[in-house]
């Protein structure tokens, strides 16, 4: 299964793909596309021997012609699935209606949707957070949900420290739901 994940930052979700399918897992990520110049992602995926493209939102005269041009970079590698992994940018229906798109968030939706995910839990006070692996549709991590891992807060959590523990969840299972997409299975 070919995969372009998205990317904004650490790209430490796209790592993670790119160790399991390295180990054998069913599926390849073919290229990397980043919304920025200068992410860690972009640099681990060249690291892997991965094309990378870049797509800035600053250089298109509109948001429709960014996600037109976003759109057919990703065409040009012909994936079975769009990974967003970090990506923030919310997709227009330029990008949303051409390609089947995984995005993973860091809390358990529909709960603390958005950009701050891990700091409104907290702020929140629940004891209990986690991610979300869902499909893209028209809103702000709204799609239909594909799988959630839970993670306990504990008392002394910094917006960091549960980050950090979330992201681990949400390797384990980016890894596992692509796997099992590759493979047909159902999941859920
Ligand atoms: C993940 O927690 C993702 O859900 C959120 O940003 C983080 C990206 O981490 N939107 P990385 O770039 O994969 O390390």
Known sequence: MRLV????GSGSNLQ???DASAAGAPFTVVAVGADRDGTLGAERA????????????????????????????VAEHRPDVVVSAGFMKVLGPEVVDAFRILNTHPALLPSFPGAHGVRDALAHGVTVTGCTCHWVDAGVDTGPIVDQRAVRVLADDTE?????????????????????LAEDRSWR
């Open 5 to 8: 994940v998205l990317v904004s």
């Open 16 to 18: 993670a793909l790119l």
């Open 46 to 73: 060249r690291g892997a021997g991965v094309p990378v493209f870049v797509a800035r939102v600053p250089d298109f005269d509109s948001r429709a012609d960014w996600n037109r041009s976003l759109a057919r970079l």
């Open 160 to 180: 960091a420290s549960l980050h950090e523990r979330i992201k681990v969840a949400e390797r384990a299972m980016l890894v596992e739901v692509l796997t099992a």
